[in-house]
């Protein structure tokens, strides 16, 4: 590989983040990536397993009762 950057790029998908979304909303965000697959998501992007989540602080609730932090 040279460095060159349009070597560098090959095979890597070009994505675009639509205007709308550079001042989001929830249902904006919700329509344009609920659903879709995770190949097709924006790097780098935060994702979270909603169920997962839940479980997770319901198991640690009790190490975390007597800190003072809220969820």
């Known amino acids: 590989m040279s460095g060159d950057p349009s070597e560098v790029m090959e095979g890597i998908k070009q994505t675009h983040t ?3 979304l550079l001042t ?3 249902d ?5 990536f609920v659903g879709k ?3 097709e998501l924006r790097t780098p992007a935060l ?3 909603r169920a997962a ?3 997770n ?3 640690d609730a009790p ?3 007597g800190l003072g932090g809220k969820f």
């Open 53 to 55: 989540f839940k479980d």
């Open 24 to 26: 989001p909303n929830k």
């Open 37 to 39: 697959p995770l190949d």
């Open 57 to 59: 602080l319901c198991k």
């Open 18 to 20: 639509p205007w709308q």
């Open 28 to 32: 904006a965000l919700v329509k344009e």
């Open 63 to 65: 190490e975390r009762k």
């Open 47 to 49: 994702v979270v397993d």
